[in-house]
């Protein structure tokens, strides 16, 4: 099958909330189930660095390396005895409006180009790992400090149910989905020691999300990434 994208995650941080279900059904493509985690929902506020992207394997100039953050949710689609696990995007932020333009296009996401900033700081006993983006002359903010060796998931842990979705969906109209696969290897994790998460949710994510502006996150957990890659066959639901 064609890779549509090919690319490095890196240095992914997600910010994880419980939420109502009801929160989410709103947004939740035809065909698809929500999933969930010991009875609970969430979304993820997702922060990282797509680096050395290419594009049906040609690399993308001056453009190929750049932040994005996103909001997510967590999905379920059955096809026979199989189980797709996914992700359906609220929105997805990067700092270019070609690469906004691009994905909305070819794959009827949720992009929007804003100014973004990332600062990577790392020794041998801790990485710190600063996400900003600018909404409303305000700078919004995902920072976490965790140690630096990686270490592998847990089974059944909740951070195995929060990275452990390799499929998207994408709510084309309220009859029409379309599928599409993400690829990459299991990603170790690094224990977070400390967060600094500063986002206006209502500003960026519209007002069914302003009570998370005063809401804990669940957890914070990172993870180092790996090459990935996007195919780009999309079954329609």
Request: hydrophobic share 40%; aromatic share 16%.
């Amino acid at each position: 099958m064609t890779n549509f994208l090919e690319a490095k995650w890196e240095n992914i941080v997600m910010v994880n909330y419980a939420v109502p279900a009801s929160v989410l059904l709103p947004y939740l493509p035809y065909g698809v189930e929500l999933d969930t985690y010991q009875g609970n929902a969430y979304v993820s506020l997702v922060g990282f660095l797509f680096k050395d992207t290419r594009i049906f394997k040609v690399p993308i100039p001056l453009l190929g390396t750049f932040e994005e953050v996103n909001l997510r949710f967590y999905v379920y689609r059955k096809e026979g005895k199989d189980i797709k696990r996914g992700v359906v995007f609220i929105k997805e932020t990067v700092p270019y409006k070609a690469v906004a333009f691009l994905a909305n296009k070819l794959y009827k996401e949720h992009y929007s180009a804003l100014k973004t900033q990332s600062t990577f700081k790392i020794t041998e006993s801790t990485k710190e790992i600063t996400y900003k983006w600018l909404v409303a002359d305000k700078w919004n903010i995902i920072k976490a400090q965790a140690k630096s060796e990686a270490i592998e998931m847990q089974n059944s842990s909740l951070e195995e149910f929060i990275f452990e979705h390799y499929y998207g969906y994408t709510k084309v109209d309220e009859r029409t989905t379309e599928e599409y696969k993400v690829n990459h290897p299991r990603w170790k994790v690094n224990p977070v020691i400390n967060t600094e998460i500063e986002c206006d949710f209502e500003a960026n994510y519209g007002g069914n999300f302003t009570f998370l502006n005063n809401t804990l996150p669940a957890s914070v957990f990172m993870a180092e990434g790996s090459p990935i890659e996007v195919k780009w066959k999309r079954i329609k639901i």
